[in-house]
C-alpha cells in the first residue's frame, strides 16, 4: 500500500519562497515517478514538475528557473522548492506517485500567493 501526504503549503506574499513535502510510504518509493500538480480555482489539473527514479526532471514552462522538484528516497520524500512565487501559482498542490500500475494521490495542499 502507498500513501502519500503533502505539507508545506501556506499564505506568502509575491516574491516570497515556499517548500513543499511530498512523504510518501511503500516499499518500493525508489522506483516511483513523483509529479507535483496544481489545479486553481476554475482551471483544470496541470503538471508543475516531476522526477524519475533516476532523478531527471520535467517543469512546466510558467515555473521553469523558479521551482525545483528534488527527491530523497531514504526519506521517501520529494520536495518542490518554490521561489520567485507570483498570484497565478496559487492553487491547491497535489502530490502524485506512480509506480508500476500504481497511481496514487495525495490530499494536496494550498499555496496562495498574495499580490
Known amino acids: 500500500q502507498v500513501q502519500v501526504v503533502e505539507s508545506g503549503g501556506g499564505l506568502v506574499q509575491a516574491g516570497g519562497s515556499l517548500r513543499l513535502s511530498c512523504a510518501a510510504s511503500?516499499?518500493?518509493?525508489?522506483?516511483?515517478?513523483v509529479g507535483w500538480y496544481r489545479q486553481a480555482p476554475g482551471k483544470q489539473r496541470e503538471l508543475v514538475a516531476d522526477?524519475?527514479?533516476?532523478?531527471?526532471?520535467n517543469y512546466a514552462d510558467s515555473v521553469k528557473g523558479r521551482f525545483t522538484i528534488s527527491r530523497d528516497n531514504a526519506r521517501k520524500t520529494v520536495y518542490l522548492q518554490m521561489g520567485s512565487l507570483k498570484p497565478e501559482d496559487t492553487a491547491v498542490y497535489y502530490c502524485?506517485?506512480?509506480?508500476?500500475?500504481?497511481?496514487?494521490w495525495g490530499q494536496g495542499t494550498q499555496v496562495t500567493v498574495s499580490s
Open positions: 511503500g516499499t518500493f518509493f525508489n522506483l516511483a515517478t
Open positions: 522526477i524519475i527514479t533516476g532523478g531527471s526532471t
Open positions: 502524485n506517485v506512480r509506480i508500476a500500475s500504481i497511481n496514487v
